[in-house]
């Protein structure tokens, strides 16, 4: 049998070495960076580039065959009034962008990029955050967002875990600099074995209080970087099953532990919006925030609308049975579009993706509801999307994100030429001339009862329904695209 045991040892680790021979040894170590002549001088700090040989990403035009350039995003250039760059905000996450590793509920990593020494010490976390940095110039976006457990790592005690914390901020500030800006950060409740039940909804007092204080820690820091958002991730809150939970208790509960949110941000001067992102079926069947509709109703119920917005993911909204369309009207129709959540979800895969938007139509729906918000500031689109497994290459990192930003950017222009056309919107005003009249106005003014509708029912006998020229719809849609 011990020698049975030995023999297993020894294939695991064979196994390990093939794997790691299969995903790539970095190139670059950075935890001996001065010895792979990297720069530095092997203390631990990089002192060289991240990306050599990635230069600053520019606006080609669409002719362009660079991978490495714009096609359709050009920051400075003016769209319906306002530069591109005012309408887009791009932001970079940092969690799939320098925490994704490939691995997936049925695959190991796949990736190990030159600066990582496979830790997750404080010493690297700086140099992920300086990465991050790089990352930010080079391809021109100047906002990002973050996880509190993504960016540092966990210590001893909770006291510990903040001084971490403290510390990668205090470098992510002094990189930040005056060009770059924090849109929102989040804190990650839902990893740790503690919030197994969720956390403001779990039903052990003690992890209520730690999510609370983990909450408030990074709220602090959200604000001290200037944050302009701060986001509570749902998904992982929620009623998994109603036959042993009390759902009436968890909402309260979740409710309280929003209103003392609330509290808190106006107790630090926090001026930052609160967002709510709904996130359907991972892990929970029914929770609070299942898609835009019932976050509003939650919300609503405990008097928090005005209070918070909605951070929408494209991917939940596929999730949620919605189209991401519908999930943006509903949120911006109830005066709660925040931000969103730049990404897409295989049609033909049941769970979240995470992946880049690369579909213009689809893009361009996305961008008909934001120029409807007139905006989307102090929100933006944060690319809550990750590599496919198969792509390790660092240039790929850039590729991925230049891809979803020229693809919304183009869906603005989509939009641009929509409007300056004109004919969907006057195929949609003609849709509902009826109501341009006295009785029209009176119905949307809330001043027809329906005795008066009924003595013009009956006046006016069966009424004519015109077509609603669904495919001359589509087909304006389309030409624009």
């Known amino acids: 049998m011990k020698i049975e045991r030995i023999g297993l040892s020894v294939l695991c680790l064979i196994l390990l070495c093939v794997a790691a021979v299969a995903v790539g040894p970095p190139t670059c170590p950075a935890s001996n960076a001065a010895a792979a002549g990297c720069g530095?001088?092997?203390?631990?700090?990089?002192?060289?580039?991240?990306?050599?040989?990635?230069?600053?990403?520019?606006?080609?035009?669409?002719?362009?065959?660079?991978?490495?350039?714009?096609?359709?995003?050009?920051?400075?250039?003016?769209?319906?009034?306002?530069?591109?760059?005012?309408?887009?905000?791009?932001?970079?996450a940092f969690w799939h962008t320098f925490r994704g590793s490939?691995?997936?509920?049925?695959?190991?990593?796949?990736?190990?990029?030159?600066?990582?020494?496979?830790?997750?010490?404080?010493?690297?976390?700086k140099r992920r955050m300086r990465a991050n940095f790089e990352f930010l110039k080079k391809l021109g976006v100047d906002k990002w967002c973050f996880h509190d457990k993504d960016i540092a790592p966990d210590g001893a005690t909770f006291e510990d875990t903040n001084a971490n914390l403290d510390e990668i901020v205090a470098l992510a500030k002094e990189l930040q600099g005056n060009t770059i800006n924090l849109l929102?950060?989040?804190?990650?409740?839902?990893?740790?074995?503690?919030?197994?039940h969720g956390g403001a909804t779990s039903p052990e007092l003690g992890v209520y209080a730690y999510a609370a204080a983990q909450v408030k820690k990074a709220m602090e820091v959200t604000h001290y970087l200037g944050g302009e958002n701060y986001v509570f991730w749902g998904g992982r809150e929620g009623y998994q099953s109603l036959l042993n939970t009390d759902m009436e208790?968890?909402?309260?509960?979740?409710?309280?532990?929003?209103?003392?949110?609330?509290?808190?941000?106006?107790?630090?001067?926090?001026?930052g919006t609160l967002l709510i992102e709904p996130k359907p079926q991972e892990p929970t069947k029914h929770q609070y925030d299942w898609d835009a509709a019932t976050a509003a109703n939650f919300l609503r119920k405990y008097g928090l609308i005005n209070e918070f917005k909605l951070n929408i993911e494209c991917n939940h909204a596929t999730l949620s049975g919605h189209s991401c369309h519908h999930e943006l009207e509903t949120a911006r129709i109830n005066g709660l579009l925040g931000n969103i959540d730049a990404n897409t979800g295989d049609p033909q895969v049941g769970w979240d993706t995470d992946e880049f938007l690369t579909d213009v139509g689809e893009a361009t729906k996305v961008m008909l509801s934001v120029v409807k918000n007139g905006g989307l500031a102090p929100g933006g689109f944060n690319f809550d999307a990750k590599l496919r497994r198969e792509s390790t290459d660092v240039e790929d990192l850039f590729i991925a994100h230049i891809s979803g930003m020229d693809t919304l950017a183009r869906g603005l222009r989509?939009?641009?030429?929509?409007?300056?056309?004109?004919?969907?919107?006057?195929?949609?005003?003609?849709?509902?001339?009826?109501?341009?009249?006295?009785?029209?106005?009176?119905?949307?003014?809330?001043?027809?009862?329906?005795?008066?509708?009924?003595?013009k029912a009956m006046e006016w006998g069966e009424p004519k329904v015109p077509s609603g020229k669904q495919e001359l719809a589509e087909m304006i849609f389309q030409s624009a695209i």
Do not use: C
């Open 102 to 125: 490939g691995g997936d509920p049925f695959g190991a990593p796949t990736k190990f990029w030159p600066w990582e020494d496979g830790t997750n010490s404080l010493a690297m976390a």
């Open 249 to 271: 208790r968890e909402l309260d509960h979740m409710a309280r532990f929003f209103e003392a949110a609330v509290a808190y941000k106006k107790k630090i001067g926090f001026n």
């Open 40 to 92: 530095g001088d092997g203390d631990g700090e990089w002192e060289g580039e991240f990306f050599p040989g990635i230069p600053n990403i520019k606006y080609e035009g669409p002719k362009s065959k660079n991978p490495l350039a714009f096609k359709w995003y050009n920051a400075d250039e003016e769209i319906l009034g306002k530069k591109m760059r005012d309408w887009l905000r791009f932001s970079v």
């Open 414 to 455: 989509n939009v641009a030429k929509l409007i300056e056309d004109g004919s969907l919107d006057e195929l949609v005003r003609k849709r509902y001339q009826s109501f341009d009249s006295e009785l029209g106005a009176l119905i949307e003014a809330g001043k027809a009862d329906f005795e008066l509708l009924e003595k």
């Open 184 to 196: 929102w950060g989040t804190s990650q409740l839902f990893h740790h074995p503690r919030y197994m």
